[in-house]
């Protein structure tokens, strides 16, 4: 296994669809043990394969007490809560940057385990924070997208000084 390169947020690759994967790909156990060594490494709940520069359907979390880290494969969103909740919350690809989203408070996701079952997963909380996080990812939908054009743009200027001190 190895750990991936985070597309920073800049990256014009994050603003793309993914396409849909196929769950017998016999690359993908490999794929899903980088993007899970990736994100605990960069100590994230989360991480979406394009943000390694993967434009495929596959999202990874690590939001569940006691739990492995989970595989989601080709996600779909099949309903969610109306009610929004202010989060705050930060991404991989804009490390050490944290921000209030509006979320819905509780989804179900449709998704292929490694393997092809389909399973269903309703979530609520910091958990479905993470999946909407990143199901907007592999939509091409970034978390400063949400957010006024003002504070987006404050955002991205601390960031790219954050790119500028680190070099």
């Not at 794929?31 to 990736?38: A, H, S």
């Not at 989601?72 to 989203?101: K, Q």
């Not at 909380?125 to 592999?138: K, Q, Y």
Request: proline fraction near 7%; glycine fraction near 8%.
């Amino acid at each position: 296994m190895a750990i991936l390169p985070i597309l920073p947020i800049t990256d014009p690759r994050l603003r793309l669809p993914s396409e849909a994967v196929d769950p017998a790909d016999p690359a993908l156990p490999g794929l899903v043990g980088d993007m899970v060594e990736t994100m605990v490494a960069a100590q994230g709940a989360g991480l979406a394969a394009v943000q390694v520069g993967v434009l495929k359907r596959l999202l990874v979390t690590d939001v569940a007490d006691g739990e492995p880290p989970r595989a989601l494969i080709n996600p779909e969103l099949v309903a969610e809560a109306e009610e929004r909740v202010e989060t705050e919350e930060g991404c991989l690809s804009m490390p050490g940057l944290y921000f209030g989203v509006l979320r819905p408070r509780w989804l179900r996701v449709r998704y292929r385990e490694l393997g092809g079952a389909v399973r269903m997963i309703e979530a609520e909380g910091f958990e479905a924070v993470c999946l909407h996080h990143e199901i907007d990812h592999l939509n091409g939908v970034r978390a400063i997208d949400r957010v006024s054009r003002v504070r987006r743009e404050r955002l991205l200027a601390r960031h790219r000084k954050q790119e500028r001190l680190a070099r």
